[in-house]
Every structure is written in structure tokens, then in C-alpha cells.
């Protein structure tokens, strides 16, 4: 009854990973199409301290889109210093300004990493229920 159990829990979770990772592909691809690339002033830093004890920065962003409102936030991408009045360049999605991103891929990307681990569990699952 235990490698029952256990074979559905693998099934539901490599079935939901798959599910997760095509919705993340679709929406990098999406995104990809629709992004446009400006470029945004970086206005500060966060500093945050892994558990090794290095020391990552990420900086704040501030970008104004062609007849749009000013965005701010903070990126993803990992900077070694910040020297005002650094930019990076950013990708912004035109219908919702305020997702943006340094690599308009990184949702495909993520989404077959997914796939490639949550894959061989939800075939060896459904096999398995399916024989």
C-alpha cells in the first residue's frame, strides 16, 4: 500500500512540475516576443548575505517607458559594485511595464529545466498506473 501511495505522490508531482514548466515556457516566449529593451538607471542596491556568507548586490532599477509612468523596482542580476550613475539594459513587457528583466529567456529557459526534472517522474508514474 506504501509504493502505491508513493507512486502517486511521484505521479502528482512530476505531472504538476511538467504542467508548471509549459506555463513557464509559454510565458518566456510571450514575453520574449512582446519585450523591449531600454535602458534603466540604477538608483541603488540591496546587499543580501547567502548562508556562505558572501555577499550578493542587486541593484534598483528605474526606468520610464515611450508615453508610460515611471517604473522602479529591483533586478534580478547579481552586480559586483554600484557606482552611480551606473544603467543596466532591461526588458520590459510593453503591456505590463512593471514585469521586467535582464534576459526575456530566462522564463524558457527555467521552464525546460523543469521539464527535464519533472519529466522522467510523471512517464515512469503514468506507466507504471497506466500498465
Request: hydrophobic letters at 40%; proline letters at 8%.
Amino acid at each position: 500500500m506504501g509504493d502505491l501511495i508513493a507512486m502517486w505522490l511521484v505521479t502528482v508531482v512530476g505531472v504538476t512540475g511538467c504542467v508548471v514548466g509549459v506555463l513557464w515556457i509559454r510565458s518566456g516566449i510571450g514575453f520574449k516576443r512582446r519585450g523591449i529593451r531600454i535602458d534603466a538607471e540604477v538608483i541603488g542596491v540591496r546587499e543580501h548575505e547567502d548562508g556562505d556568507g558572501d555577499v550578493h548586490f542587486f541593484p534598483v532599477v528605474r526606468f520610464t517607458p515611450p508615453g508610460g509612468t515611471t517604473v522602479q523596482g529591483e533586478s534580478h542580476a547579481r552586480i559586483n559594485e554600484y557606482t552611480p550613475p551606473n544603467t543596466i539594459s532591461v526588458f520590459y513587457d510593453p503591456l505590463d511595464p512593471e514585469t521586467f528583466g535582464e534576459d526575456p529567456g530566462i522564463g524558457i529557459f527555467g521552464g525546460l529545466i523543469l521539464l527535464a526534472f519533472s519529466g522522467p517522474p510523471a512517464v515512469i508514474g503514468l506507466w507504471c498506473h497506466l500498465r
